[in-house]
T-cell receptor
């Protein structure tokens, strides 16, 4: 049983397209996150939801829109993809003030 | 906001030697400091963490120390093995920050035979 699962694992798309990444956790955690890991391996938070409510929204272009239909799911939709959006996107979850459990990542390549 | 600096960026040790990775943080209100290990092409995985009311924590070959006054924390790996080769990230969480973790820039550890 995968605790935090993301789909797709790989995504190759052309500039200007719109794409979505999905994340689901079966840990019963109350908080979910999206992190972006760039080519230099730097992990930067994008968004966080607690029980479906947006609680962290970092300086991210408004082409990125998260959605949390319930506390077990957090999706990320990206409009008008740009070359600079190429990265690995990690979903994570946590309970209370505990550490994160990360998903396996989605490698997005924009060509 | 919180800023976490991590050193060194790369570290090469001989098998059996010890490895130490150091981090500093800026927000004195930070109260939770986890360490993550990321193998090539894999997800970051929590290996050890420490809270601000504790100065040291150990789990088999790994230990973490925290100096709140200096705002430093360090990861110590003893008797390194080839499978310890990975990128290691420190992180810090500021109190009242919605459990947001700010990560360091990572240390590529290579354990050579």
């Amino acid at each position: 049983d995968t605790a935090v699962s993301q789909t797709p694992k790989y995504l190759v798309t052309q500039m200007g397209n719109d794409k979505s990444i999905k994340c689901e956790q079966n840990l019963g955690h109350d908080t979910m996150y999206w992190y972006k890991q760039d080519s230099k391996k730097f992990l930067k938070i994008m968004f966080s939801y607690n029980n479906k409510e947006l609680i962290i929204n970092e300086t991210v272009p408004n082409r990125f829109s998260p959605k949390s239909p319930d506390k077990a799911h957090l999706n990320l939709h990206i409009n008008s993809l740009e070359l600079g959006d190429s990265a690995v996107y990690f979903c994570a979850s946590s309970q209370g003030q505990g550490g994160y459990t990360f998903g396996s990542g989605t490698r997005l390549t924009v060509v | 906001g919180e800023n976490v600096e991590q050193h060194p960026s790369t570290l090469s040790v001989q098998e059996g030697d010890s490895a130490v990775i150091k981090c500093t943080y800026s927000d004195s209100a930070s109260n939770y400091f986890p360490w993550y290990k990321q193998e090539l092409g894999k997800r970051p995985q929590l290996i050890i963490d420490i809270r601000s009311n504790v100065g040291e924590k150990k789990d088999q070959r790994i230990a973490v120390t925290l100096n709140k006054t200096a705002k430093h924390f360090s990861l110590h790996i003893t008797e390194t093995q080839p499978e310890d080769s990975a990128v290691y990230f420190c992180a810090a969480r500021a109190a009242g920050g919605g459990n947001k973790l700010t990560f360091g820039t990572g240390t590529q550890l290579k354990v050579e035979l």
